[in-house]
C-alpha cells in the first residue's frame, strides 16, 4: 500500500528522521505517536507530496484516493451541509454535469448521469452528510447556517466531516478529536472502527488509538518503527525494552510503587458500586502503563493550599447563565477531596456551571456560598490565549508570585517549570516562541503555583502529547483539594474522576455509572447503526454497530461459554503468575547484579499481568452483558 525506504527528512536544521523504512499495508490502521515535533505532521506532508524527502522514497500506489482534513476554513456564505457535500469530488463533477445537461436539453446524456449518479450512492449522499454532521454534533437547523457563522471550533468539526465525507482508500487525521466532546469522539471512534480503508493517525488520546488502530508508527530518537497491535500493546512493549536498561530500571519501579501505593489506598476507599471497580481497574491499569513512561522529561505534582474549608462551595436552587438561563434548579455542594467529571454534549452547559463556580459568572438567581479559605484555580479551554506573548515563563511566575504576596527566587522558578521540561535558556525565551504544547505546559504551571483547593478543568489536555498528559494525570491523582473536570480524554477522566455529573437539558444531575455505561447510553437502540461501509444509516446523530441478531437465549447461552472458558484461562495465566512470582523470591537471584534469569522473569511477570489485565476487562464486560440481557423480561 504505502512503502517508505531508506527515508530520511530534515526541516530546517533539525533531523527528523533518517534512513527510516516501514510498509502499510491495505487496511491497516495505523496511529502515529511521539513526542510533538517530531515529524508526524511532516510525514504526512510527505504522503501528500507537499514535501520530498533527503534521502529514500515514498511509493504510493496509482489513483489512490486521499482523504485529508483541511486546516482553515474560509468564512464564507456557503452553506454547511454543501460545504461537507464538497467533499465528495466525483459527486459534484456529476451534479455539474447533469445540471448542465438539463439546461442543454441532452436527455440521453442526462439518463447516463442519473445512472452514474445512482452508482456512487450521490441520492443519499445528502442524507448522508447529514448524518456526519449530526455524528460531530450538529443540529440539524446547522445545515442551512453560512460557514461565516460557526466559530474556529466548529469550523474545523465542518472540516472533519467534509474529510469523512471524502470516498477515500486512504484516511490521513491529525488529531481529530481537538475541539470534539466527549459524545462526538465516542461517535468518531465508532466511524473509524467501521472504515474499510487504510487509516494514518495522530492522535494523543490513548482511548482512542486503543480503540481506532492496529498498528502504531513511533516516531523517536530520528527513526520510525512500526509496531503491531493498538497502543496499550506498544505501551507494554517500551515498558519491557526500558526495564531491560539499567539507567531505567531503578526509576522506573519508583514509578511502579508509586502507582501500587496509590492503588492500594484507593482500593481501601472502594466500594462495590460499578463506578469504584471502575475506576479501581483504571487505576491498575495506570500502574502498568507507569513503567512506559520512567523516560518522559515531565514529573510535577500540584499542591493543595494548606487551608480549606468544608464545604468549599454550595449553590443552591440556583439559576446559570448569561441573559436568559442555560441550567435551572442547580443543587451542588462541593467537598475537600471530591472529584467530580461533568458529562454531556457540547452545547449544554458545562463550560457554564464551570464559569459559575469560578464566580466569574454571576448567578442569575439562587445562591452560592463560598467557604472562608476557597482558592480556585481555573483552566479554561481559552486558557493559553491570556498568556503574555512577549515576556518568558520566568516572568510569568516571577509576576504570579507577587500577585501571591511572595516573589520566589530564580532557582526556585527554575525547579519548579523543569518538572514541565522548561530547562535553561528555555525559561527566558518569549512565550510567543512556544508550540501549543509548551503553551499548555506553561497554564498548567501556573495554575499549579497558586497552590489551589479547587480545581476547574475545562480541556485542559488540548495541545499536550502523551507522555504530558500521563504526567498530568498522575499530578491530578494526587492532588490533595476538589477537582472538577470536562474533558474528551477519556483515560484521563477514568483514573482521575470519582464521581460523574450530567449535564443535560437545562439540568445538573448525578450520572449512575461508569464511561462505559455513558458510551453505552450514547448508542442506545434507536440512535442508528454503521453499515460494513462506515456509512450511517438511520437519521440520527449517534451512529453504533448493528445490533445483534441473535435470539436472547442463544446470546446469552455463547456469553456464558465465553465467560467460562476466560475464567480456565485466567486460572492458567495465574498459576504462572505465581510461579514467576516464585521464582522472583529466590535469594540466589539477587546475589549476583546481572543474574541472566532475573529480567527475563520480570518481562513474564509484566506480560503475565498485562494478559491478565486484557482478559479481565473482557470477563467484566461479558458478565455486565450477560446480567444486562438476563434482567430484560421475558
Same mark, same amino acid.
Not at 519501579?253 to 458500586?273: C, I, L, N, P, S
Given at each position: 500500500m504505502?512503502?517508505?525506504?531508506?527515508v530520511s527528512?530534515?526541516r530546517?536544521t533539525?533531523?527528523?528522521?533518517e534512513?527510516?523504512s516501514?510498509? /502499510?499495508h491495505?487496511?491497516n490502521k495505523?496511529?502515529?505517536?511521539?513526542?510533538?515535533?517530531?515529524?508526524?505532521s511532516?510525514?504526512?506532508?510527505?504522503?501528500?507530496?507537499?514535501?520530498?524527502t533527503?534521502l529514500?522514497?515514498v511509493?504510493?500506489?496509482? +489513483?489512490?484516493?486521499i482523504?485529508?482534513?483541511?486546516? +482553515?476554513?474560509p468564512?464564507?456564505s456557503?452553506?454547511?451541509l454543501?460545504?461537507?457535500?464538497?467533499g465528495?469530488?466525483?459527486l459534484?463533477?456529476?451534479t455539474r454535469?447533469l445540471?448542465a445537461a438539463?439546461?442543454?436539453?441532452?436527455?440521453?446524456?442526462?439518463?447516463e448521469?442519473?445512472e452514474?449518479?445512482d452508482?456512487?450512492?450521490?441520492?443519499?449522499?445528502?442524507?448522508r452528510?447529514?448524518q456526519l454532521?449530526?455524528?460531530?454534533?450538529?443540529?440539524? #437547523?446547522d445545515?442551512?447556517? !453560512?460557514?461565516?457563522?460557526?466559530?474556529?471550533?466548529?469550523?474545523?468539526?465542518?472540516n472533519?466531516?467534509?474529510?469523512l465525507?471524502?470516498?477515500?482508500?486512504?484516511?490521513l487525521l491529525?488529531?481529530?478529536?481537538?475541539?470534539?466532546?466527549?459524545?462526538?469522539?465516542?461517535?468518531l471512534?465508532?466511524w473509524?472502527?467501521a472504515?474499510?480503508?487504510?487509516?494514518?493517525?495522530i492522535?494523543?488520546?490513548?482511548?482512542f488509538?486503543d480503540?481506532?488502530?492496529?498498528?502504531i508508527?513511533?516516531?523517536q530518537?530520528?527513526?520510525i518503527?512500526?509496531?503491531a497491535g493498538?497502543?496499550?500493546?506498544?505501551?507494554r512493549?517500551?515498558?519491557?525494552r526500558?526495564?531491560?536498561?539499567k539507567?531505567?530500571?531503578?526509576?522506573q &519501579?519508583r514509578?511502579?510503587?508509586?502507582? &501500587?501505593?496509590?492503588?492500594?489506598?484507593?482500593?481501601?476507599?472502594?466500594?462495590k458500586a460499578?463506578?469504584?471497580q471502575?475506576?479501581?481497574?483504571?487505576?491498575?491499569?495506570m500502574?502498568?502503563?507507569?513503567?512506559?513512561?520512567?523516560?518522559?522529561p515531565?514529573?510535577f505534582? /500540584?499542591?493543595?493550599s494548606?487551608?480549606?474549608?468544608?464545604?468549599?462551595?454550595?449553590?443552591?436552587?440556583?439559576c446559570l447563565?448569561?441573559?436568559t438561563p442555560?441550567?435551572?434548579?442547580?443543587?451542588?455542594?462541593?467537598?475537600?477531596?471530591?472529584r /467530580? =467529571?461533568?458529562?454531556?454534549?457540547?452545547g449544554?452547559?458545562k463550560?457554564?456551571?464551570i464559569k459559575?463556580l469560578?464566580?466569574e459568572?454571576p448567578l442569575l438567581s439562587g445562591?452560592f456560598?463560598?467557604?472562608?479559605?476557597?482558592?480556585?484555580?481555573?483552566f479554561?479551554?481559552h486558557?493559553?490565549?491570556?498568556?503574555?506573548l512577549?515576556?518568558?515563563?520566568?516572568?510569568?511566575?516571577?509576576?504570579?508570585?507577587?500577585k501571591l504576596g511572595?516573589i520566589?527566587?530564580?532557582?526556585?522558578?527554575?525547579?519548579?517549570?523543569g518538572?514541565?521540561?522548561?530547562?535553561?535558556?528555555?525559561?527566558?525565551?518569549p512565550v510567543?516562541?512556544?508550540?501549543?504544547?509548551?503553551? #499548555?505546559?506553561?497554564?498548567?504551571a501556573l495554575?499549579?503555583?497558586t497552590?489551589p483547593?479547587l480545581?476547574?478543568?475545562?480541556?485542559?489536555?488540548n495541545?499536550?502529547?502523551?507522555d504530558?498528559r500521563?504526567?498530568?494525570t498522575v499530578a491530578?491523582?494526587t492532588?490533595?483539594g476538589a477537582?472538577?473536570l470536562?474533558s474528551h480524554?477519556?483515560?484521563l477522566?477514568?483514573n482521575?474522576?470519582d464521581?460523574?455529573?450530567l449535564v +443535560?437539558? =437545562?439540568?445538573v444531575?448525578?450520572?449512575?455509572?461508569?464511561?462505559a455505561?455513558y458510551?453505552?447510553? /450514547?448508542f442506545?437502540?434507536?440512535?442508528?447503526?454503521?453499515?460494513?461501509?462506515?456509512?450511517?444509516?438511520?437519521?440520527?446523530p449517534?451512529?453504533?454497530?448493528?445490533?445483534?441478531k &441473535?435470539a436472547?437465549?442463544?446470546?446469552?447461552?455463547?456469553?456464558?461459554t465465553?465467560?467460562?472458558t476466560?475464567?480456565?484461562?485466567?486460572?492458567r495465566?495465574h498459576r504462572?503468575?505465581?510461579?514467576?512470582?516464585?521464582?522472583?523470591?529466590e !535469594?540466589a537471584?539477587y546475589?549476583?547484579?546481572?543474574?541472566?534469569?532475573l529480567?527475563?522473569?520480570?518481562r513474564d511477570q509484566?506480560?503475565?499481568?498485562a494478559?491478565?489485565?486484557t482478559?479481565?476487562?473482557?470477563?467484566?464486560a461479558l458478565?455486565?452483558?450477560?446480567?444486562?440481557l438476563?434482567?430484560?423480561?421475558?
Amino acid at each position: 500500500m504505502i512503502s517508505f525506504t531508506n527515508v530520511s527528512l530534515r526541516r530546517g536544521t533539525a533531523l527528523l528522521f533518517e534512513q527510516s523504512s516501514f510498509t /502499510i499495508h491495505r487496511g491497516n490502521k495505523v496511529g502515529l505517536v511521539g513526542a510533538n515535533g517530531s515529524g508526524k505532521s511532516s510525514l504526512f506532508r510527505l504522503i501528500l507530496g507537499q514535501l520530498e524527502t533527503d534521502l529514500g522514497s515514498v511509493d504510493l500506489p496509482q +489513483e489512490l484516493r486521499i482523504g485529508h482534513m483541511a486546516q +482553515e476554513v474560509p468564512g464564507s456564505s456557503e452553506r454547511a451541509l454543501d460545504y461537507v457535500l464538497a467533499g465528495d469530488k466525483q459527486l459534484q463533477e456529476v451534479t455539474r454535469s447533469l445540471a448542465a445537461a438539463d439546461e442543454a436539453g441532452e436527455y440521453s446524456r442526462v439518463a447516463e448521469l442519473h445512472e452514474t449518479l445512482d452508482s456512487i450512492d450521490g441520492y443519499s449522499a445528502p442524507a448522508r452528510a447529514e448524518q456526519l454532521m449530526a455524528g460531530l454534533g450538529f443540529s440539524s #437547523a446547522d445545515s442551512t447556517r !453560512p460557514l461565516k457563522d460557526f466559530s474556529g471550533g466548529w469550523r474545523i468539526r465542518l472540516n472533519l466531516a467534509q474529510t469523512l465525507m471524502t470516498p477515500a482508500d486512504l484516511l490521513l487525521l491529525d488529531e481529530p478529536t481537538n475541539h470534539l466532546d466527549l459524545d462526538a469522539v465516542i461517535w468518531l471512534a465508532e466511524w473509524l472502527k467501521a472504515f474499510d480503508g487504510t487509516l494514518l493517525l495522530i492522535s494523543h488520546d490513548r482511548e482512542f488509538l486503543d480503540e481506532c488502530v492496529d498498528h502504531i508508527a513511533n516516531l523517536q530518537g530520528q527513526r520510525i518503527e512500526l509496531f503491531a497491535g493498538n497502543y496499550t500493546a506498544f505501551e507494554r512493549l517500551r515498558a519491557a525494552r526500558l526495564a531491560e536498561q539499567k539507567s531505567s530500571y531503578e526509576k522506573q &519501579q519508583r514509578e511502579v510503587a508509586h502507582m &501500587q501505593d496509590f492503588v492500594r489506598r484507593f482500593r481501601a476507599k472502594a466500594t462495590k458500586a460499578r463506578q469504584a471497580q471502575s475506576r479501581l481497574k483504571a487505576l491498575e491499569r495506570m500502574e502498568l502503563i507507569a513503567p512506559a513512561h520512567v523516560d518522559s522529561p515531565f514529573s510535577f505534582e /500540584i499542591q493543595s493550599s494548606e487551608k480549606t474549608s468544608t464545604p468549599l462551595l454550595s449553590l443552591a436552587d440556583a439559576c446559570l447563565g448569561y441573559e436568559t438561563p442555560v441550567l435551572s434548579n442547580v443543587n451542588l455542594t462541593l467537598l475537600p477531596g471530591d472529584r /467530580i =467529571g461533568l458529562l454531556g454534549v457540547n452545547g449544554a452547559g458545562k463550560s457554564t456551571l464551570i464559569k459559575s463556580l469560578k464566580e466569574e459568572l454571576p448567578l442569575l438567581s439562587g445562591s452560592f456560598t463560598r467557604g472562608a479559605n476557597l482558592s480556585t484555580a481555573y483552566f479554561s479551554q481559552h486558557q493559553l490565549d491570556e498568556l503574555n506573548l512577549a515576556t518568558s515563563a520566568m516572568d510569568h511566575l516571577t509576576e504570579l508570585g507577587r500577585k501571591l504576596g511572595k516573589i520566589p527566587s530564580e532557582q526556585q522558578i527554575r525547579d519548579f517549570l523543569g518538572g514541565y521540561n522548561f530547562h535553561g535558556d528555555k525559561v527566558l525565551d518569549p512565550v510567543s516562541r512556544f508550540s501549543g504544547g509548551e503553551k #499548555a505546559r506553561l497554564a498548567l504551571a501556573l495554575i499549579a503555583w497558586t497552590r489551589p483547593n479547587l480545581l476547574l478543568m475545562d480541556e485542559p489536555t488540548n495541545h499536550l502529547d502523551m507522555d504530558m498528559r500521563q504526567a498530568l494525570t498522575v499530578a491530578l491523582q494526587t492532588f490533595a483539594g476538589a477537582m472538577v473536570l470536562v474533558s474528551h480524554d477519556r483515560h484521563l477522566m477514568m483514573n482521575t474522576v470519582d464521581l460523574f455529573y450530567l449535564v +443535560e437539558n =437545562g439540568e445538573v444531575r448525578p450520572f449512575d455509572g461508569d464511561l462505559a455505561d455513558y458510551r453505552n447510553r /450514547i448508542f442506545k437502540p434507536g440512535r442508528g447503526e454503521l453499515s460494513a461501509a462506515g456509512e450511517i444509516k438511520s437519521p440520527q446523530p449517534a451512529a453504533g454497530p448493528a445490533p445483534r441478531k &441473535q435470539a436472547p437465549g442463544k446470546l446469552a447461552r455463547q456469553l456464558r461459554t465465553r465467560i467460562s472458558t476466560l475464567d480456565d484461562r485466567m486460572a492458567r495465566l495465574h498459576r504462572k503468575l505465581g510461579e514467576v512470582e516464585t521464582r522472583l523470591t529466590e !535469594p540466589a537471584l539477587y546475589e549476583t547484579r546481572d543474574h541472566p534469569d532475573l529480567q527475563g522473569l520480570l518481562r513474564d511477570q509484566m506480560e503475565l499481568k498485562a494478559q491478565l489485565e486484557t482478559m479481565e476487562e473482557e470477563w467484566l464486560a461479558l458478565s455486565t452483558e450477560l446480567e444486562s440481557l438476563e434482567s430484560q423480561p421475558t
